[in-house]
Structures are given as C-alpha cells and as structure tokens.
C-alpha cells in the first residue's frame, strides 16, 4: 500500500524559513508528478507548487520567488523549502503524487496534511 508522509510543520515568525519533507512508501515502481497544496482555514485547497518527473516546477503566484520545490527520485520523496514566510502562508500543508505500482498501476495520492503557522 502506497503512503505519503509530510514532516512535521511547526509555528514560525513571520520572515522566517522552513523546509518541509513528504516521503512516499510501499510498493512503488514509478512517480510521476508531486505537488504542494495547501489549505487554510474556510478556504479550498490550492497548488503551491509542483515538480514534474522531468524536474519541471510550476508555482502559485503568491509563493514565486519564496519557496522552492524540489525532489529526490532515489529516496522517493519531495521537498518545500519556505523562506520569507509570511502570515498568511499559515495553512495545512498536503504533499500529492501520482505513483504507479503493481496495482492499481497509476494512482493519485495525498498525505495527511501538516500545519504551518506563521505568526506575525
């Protein structure tokens, strides 16, 4: 069974930095796309960033120029490194993949979500 897996988040002041890890297990033969989104309170879950298999990354217009995403296809897992962090990057952080294993082949999965709090 396929898992991802965020680090922990945490409270940072505003200005600050944080780096957050997801890692994905299980019977994997392949990953393709991996993604950031994010979901603050009362508002839908929105892309933060993405890297393709190929290291092509996307982002929202709100984190360009501070926060990078990047992977590492050896050890499965994708990383969002934070810096300048402002209060309103306070949200639940969910890492996405899509993983294609033994069965079902291609499929699309989520982590559990971490916090990030920025204070001001």
């Known amino acids: 069974q396929v898992q991802l897996v965020e680090s922990v988040g945490g409270l940072v002041q505003a200005g600050g930095s944080l780096r957050l890890s997801c890692v994905a297990s299980?019977?994997?033969?392949?990953?393709?796309?991996m993604g950031w989104y994010r979901q603050a309170p009362g508002k839908q879950r929105d892309l933060v960033a993405s890297?393709?298999?190929?290291?092509?990354?996307n982002y929202a217009d709100s984190v360009k120029g501070r926060f990078t995403i990047s992977r590492d296809n050896a050890k499965n897992t994708v990383y969002l490194q934070m810096n300048s962090l402002k209060p309103e990057d306070t949200a639940v952080y969910y890492c996405n993949a899509q993983i294609y294993g033994p069965s079902p082949g291609w499929g699309d999965y989520w982590g559990k979500g971490t916090l990030v709090t920025v204070s001001s």
């Open positions: 299980g019977r994997i033969f392949s990953i393709g796309y």
């Open positions: 890297i393709g298999s190929s290291g092509s990354t």
